[in-house]
């Protein structure tokens, strides 16, 4: 038995996994493999439209009848800033030059969009058992009906001040973002990434803080790491990284090569990739524009004028202007199928608390 | 019983608790009381001389007969850099006239000195069963000496390379120091503060790494943290910030308040008090001057000319040039004395340990 079970008694699962939501990086292969191993199976929606939402809540359906998880960011947009963008440009124009790219081609639209009212509706005729959000909560009318619409919610704090918002403001479990998480930073009431807690810090404190369920988050990579959870206080994982090892993550073949080699290296926090500061593997162009850059246009427009480079960098077989976010537990991280993942992390966890707790008692 | 006892037996204690040491933050008091209590007790000796040294040594052996540890900083002193010295002189000129004081008088040489020949007399002399040392290992042939003299050499890894280049050099046990512990980063083989892994990634990591027992240090601030802790692989825990609360700590009173109101404060890393990364909470200097400087005059020489400036302010009431190192588990502690807390500490982990196998069990 799990020591604390209100969080899958909450959202109805067999085990308190949670597979983070990776935009671009998992869609419903990964998410009904893992539900239908008994945690709780994401679907990352920041990037998609309404038509693919449905779509891959419709595969995820076909193949399971157990509780999933849909994700949307919820960010306020940033107001235009023609001169920050067309600085930033200018800064990427030689790239651009440098793989024969046109630099004055137009460039795309942010493919990160925040949950609006036209999401919600998806939301309240599918009825996914939870939504998760990114970045705070949506306004309260579009909380309001997520909530009516029966959906369990969950955000992410990545600092106490954070988890006690959340708690505040309707949110049904937290989860507790440790600085040491791959992907975006999940933080609204702070923009200071020198000051973000690590896991380790913030489990514990936000436990003590809130009255509902903490999920930890950040830094998780096997079964020793769901134990530590628990014993911080939590009464689930989130767990992103581990599950990019699997066959069913939709990441580059550069990016799986990145992660199995990972071994001591190290990840780095950077807002070049998208405008707002998140974990991954370093690259060449993080290190030539940042890796934190202060002219960087807001989150998510810096993302545009990057896309045209990556894919003709990868289409060459180079990482040089990739986005391999990775946590800094990848070196833990196994190649097996999202199943079987799910099921031996809570198998491994849950023999460490008895042989912890079997010592303990001796 | 503990779930491991390797790191116990390989100092003789009865718990696996290390107070961490404090340069100018802890004396003889906090040492003795803690490991009389049955945790190791630490007297950090950096900004000692041989005589006092001596003395606290003394005055510990005289109230306990239970191991010990005593700890040194072992940085490579930096070349003079007249220049570089100068330019921080002038920018910390204005704050000397704000407050009254000579900019020109002459400043006192860094207060840190590293582990010398010296200090290794005492050491052979006086046979503390434990020294540890900040920043690496000293020289080979001191190392040899400390060795030979009976004592278990500890140290700090803040990466998984650290930690592995400790274990080939002759380390006994290796305290993973996260990104969240307070006071100075232990870094040795990387500068880049901005990718130092939080402790929940870098433990097990590191346990996988090395040999020998790894003591988990950085946001482990009661009971809970010390289960995690072994959950993830540690064989023992090393606690500062939850130490400076206790009335055996020698921080000043400004220090204990700002403690004490903790609450969500987050902490930061700076590198203007003395030239190199420590974790402590914000102040007006920090603000105003950093918190990170690239000019700043390399560790520990920036230290030199700040003293005057804390002396004054700190005379009249204020914090704003004080250093007030805190880890990001600050809100966790407790006033209550070094014994009551080491042995408290200890039942509570234990208890957790129980309970969370009794669950698991079940």
Same mark, same amino acid.
């Given at each position: 038995?799990?020591?604390? =079970?209100?969080?899958?008694?909450?959202?109805?699962?067999?085990?308190?996994?949670?597979?983070?939501?990776?935009?671009?990086?998992?869609?419903?292969?990964?998410?009904?493999?893992?539900?239908?191993?008994?945690?709780?199976?994401?679907?990352?929606?920041?990037?998609?439209?309404?038509?693919?939402?449905?779509?891959?809540?419709?595969?995820?359906?076909?193949?399971?009848?157990?509780?999933?998880?849909?994700?949307?960011?919820?960010?306020?947009?940033?107001?235009?800033?023609?001169?920050?963008?067309?600085?930033?440009?200018?800064?990427?124009?030689?790239?651009?030059?440098?793989?024969?790219?046109?630099?004055?081609?137009?460039?795309?639209?942010?493919?990160?969009?925040?949950?609006?009212?036209?999401?919600?509706?998806?939301?309240?005729?599918?009825?996914?058992?939870?939504?998760?959000?990114?970045?705070?909560?949506?306004?309260?009318?579009?909380?309001?009906?997520?909530?009516?619409?029966?959906?369990?919610?969950?955000?992410?704090?990545?600092?106490?001040?954070?988890?006690?918002?959340?708690?505040?403001?309707?949110?049904?479990?937290?989860?507790?973002?440790?600085?040491?998480?791959?992907?975006?930073?999940?933080?609204?009431?702070?923009?200071?990434?020198?000051?973000?807690?690590?896991?380790?810090?913030?489990?514990?404190?936000?436990?003590?803080?809130?009255?509902?369920?903490?999920?930890?988050?950040?830094?998780?990579?096997?079964? =020793?790491?769901?134990?530590?959870?628990?014993?911080?206080?939590?009464?689930?994982?989130?767990?992103?990284?581990?599950?990019?090892?699997?066959?069913?993550?939709?990441?580059?073949?550069?990016?799986?090569?990145?992660?199995?080699?990972?071994?001591?290296?190290?990840?780095?926090?950077?807002?070049?990739?998208?405008?707002?500061?998140? =974990?991954?593997?370093?690259?060449?162009?993080?290190?030539?524009?940042?890796?934190?850059?202060?002219?960087?246009?807001?989150?998510?427009?810096?993302?545009?004028?990057?896309?045209?480079?990556?894919?003709?960098?990868?289409?060459?077989?180079?990482?040089?202007?990739?986005?391999?976010?990775?946590?800094?537990?990848?070196?833990?991280?196994?190649?097996?199928?999202?199943?079987?993942?799910?099921?031996? &992390?809570?198998?491994?966890? &849950?023999? =460490?608390?008895?042989?912890?707790?079997?010592?303990?008692?001796?």
């Amino acid at each position: 038995m799990w020591p604390d =079970r209100r969080l899958m008694d909450l959202i109805g699962t067999e085990l308190p996994i949670i597979q983070a939501p990776m935009a671009g990086a998992n869609g419903s292969a990964l998410a009904m493999a893992v539900s239908e191993a008994g945690g709780l199976g994401s679907l990352p929606c920041a990037m998609l439209d309404g038509a693919k939402v449905r779509a891959e809540i419709g595969v995820i359906r076909q193949r399971t009848s157990k509780p999933i998880n849909v994700n949307f960011f919820c960010h306020t947009p940033p107001k235009p800033d023609p001169a920050r963008d067309a600085a930033w440009t200018a800064r990427l124009r030689p790239f651009y030059v440098e793989l024969g790219l046109d630099p004055d081609a137009p460039v795309a639209a942010p493919s990160r969009a925040p949950f609006d009212g036209a999401m919600c509706e998806i939301v309240e005729e599918l009825k996914p058992e939870v939504v998760s959000f990114h970045f705070g909560l949506p306004a309260p009318d579009l909380m309001r009906r997520v909530k009516a619409a029966g959906c369990v919610v969950l955000s992410s704090a990545t600092t106490v001040a954070e988890a006690r918002w959340l708690d505040d403001n309707g949110c049904d479990a937290i989860i507790a973002q440790g600085v040491e998480a791959g992907g975006h930073r999940g933080f609204f009431l702070t923009q200071d990434i020198t000051a973000q807690p690590g896991t380790f810090a913030l489990v514990p404190q936000v436990v003590d803080a809130v009255s509902v369920p903490v999920i930890a988050a950040g830094g998780i990579g096997d079964g =020793r790491g769901i134990a530590a959870a628990f014993a911080l206080g939590a009464a689930g994982v989130q767990m992103g990284t581990a599950y990019l090892f699997t066959p069913e993550s939709l990441i580059t073949d550069l990016h799986r090569a990145r992660l199995r080699g990972a071994g001591d290296e190290l990840t780095v926090l950077t807002n070049v990739i998208s405008g707002g500061p998140a =974990r991954g593997f370093m690259t060449r162009f993080m290190r030539e524009t940042g890796p934190m850059s202060e002219t960087v246009p807001a989150f998510p427009t810096a993302g545009g004028p990057l896309g045209p480079l990556k894919a003709k960098a990868e289409a060459a077989g180079s990482s040089d202007f990739s986005t391999q976010w990775a946590g800094q537990a990848a070196a833990l991280g196994r190649e097996v199928g999202a199943a079987e993942l799910t099921r031996t &992390l809570a198998l491994d966890a &849950l023999q =460490r608390l008895k042989t912890l707790g079997a010592s303990a008692k001796a």
